[in-house]
């Protein structure tokens, strides 16, 4: 956002479902109108493509919620091309940066443009069914062509392929850069894999036991969840490199889930190619914290043990 004296235009992305949200939105409202206009505060449940579209201009958007609201919203926004601020209404808050107490002291600066920003990477995400007359599980079958799209979506955390009910291991082909490994398969069995993006490497990745990345970074994890082998570990490849999941056995329960919200059904024979997406996130940064001291005091990263 660029220094302006003119009156920022503000949109509300308030997740009205948590009750501490309605309760600080009673005093934070009037607030930020005396500072701001505020364009349109949309209800979320109804926040639509075509909703999206038709939304008057604005210069920041302002998510109230948690890291949950600041992901749903992150996707449905992301044709506006806006800086976001987070406001922590959740548990841990690391991309929601900010308390609303710390939003009202640095508002100037959010407004301003004088906060730092960063642009998250997001990842398109397509799930296809078998092509007529291919052979799932067959080696040779990772060369054949991909059939019709099911499922398309975005993601900025992560998309997971896991093993679901009746929670039997799962077979996958991991098929990384197809174009230069001549569509050569990688062949495991587990509980399912992760690709997540660098915001996505603090979540579901690094509970997996994946690394993490940090968000500046040009590149994805994959991280296998509980794979029937010692020798396969996760890895971090460019976020140029296309990236294909060959489901070539499923349980009844086996799903597709984006940023651990959006869930679809997959089955046996069926294809997850994921790529970097050509939208971004402009996230806004709370000036009280870095991403390693945010990592240090959310995460406890490299704390010392204590003792009891």
Not at 100 to 123: F, N, P, Q, Y
Not at 206 to 219: C, K
């Amino acid at each position: 956002m660029q220094e302006t004296s003119e009156v920022p235009r503000v949109l509300i992305l308030a997740n009205r479902d948590k009750a501490a949200v309605r309760a600080a939105m009673e005093e934070f409202r009037p607030w930020l109108q005396q500072r701001a206009r505020v364009v349109a505060e949309p209800d979320l449940a109804t926040l639509t493509p075509a909703v999206v579209a038709a939304l008057p201009r604005a210069d920041v958007a302002l998510v109230l919620g948690g890291d949950g609201t600041f992901l749903a919203q992150a996707r449905k926004i992301r044709s506006l091309t806006l800086p976001v601020v987070g406001i922590n209404f959740g548990k841990l808050g690391f991309l929601a940066e900010f308390s609303l107490d710390e939003i009202k002291r640095h508002w100037a600066d959010v407004v301003s443009g004088k906060c730092r920003t960063s642009r998250r990477m997001m990842i398109d995400v397509r799930l296809h069914d078998a092509a007529p007359g291919s052979s799932p599980g067959d080696p040779a079958a990772a060369a054949a062509p991909d059939g019709p799209v099911v499922f398309e979506s975005v993601a900025l955390n992560d998309a997971v392929l896991n093993a679901g009910p009746a929670f039997r291991m799962i077979e996958m082909a991991l098929i990384i850069e197809p174009g230069s490994t001549a569509q050569s398969p990688t062949v495991f069995s587990g509980d399912g894999v992760i690709v997540s993006t660098p915001s996505g490497s603090t979540a579901y990745n690094l509970s997996a036991g994946g690394p993490i990345v940090s968000p500046d970074t040009e590149a994805l994890c994959i991280t296998p969840i509980c794979p029937h082998s010692i020798a396969f570990r996760p890895i971090v490849v460019s976020a140029a490199a296309a990236i294909c999941v060959r489901i070539d056995a499923a349980n009844e329960g086996s799903a597709l889930v984006i940023d651990g919200q959006e869930t679809v059904p997959v089955r046996k024979g069926q294809r997850i190619w994921i790529r970097r997406s050509s939208r971004t996130i402009e996230l806004v940064h709370n000036p009280d914290l870095n991403y390693w001291k945010m990592l240090a005091k959310k995460m406890h990263w490299a704390a010392r043990p204590r003792g009891a």
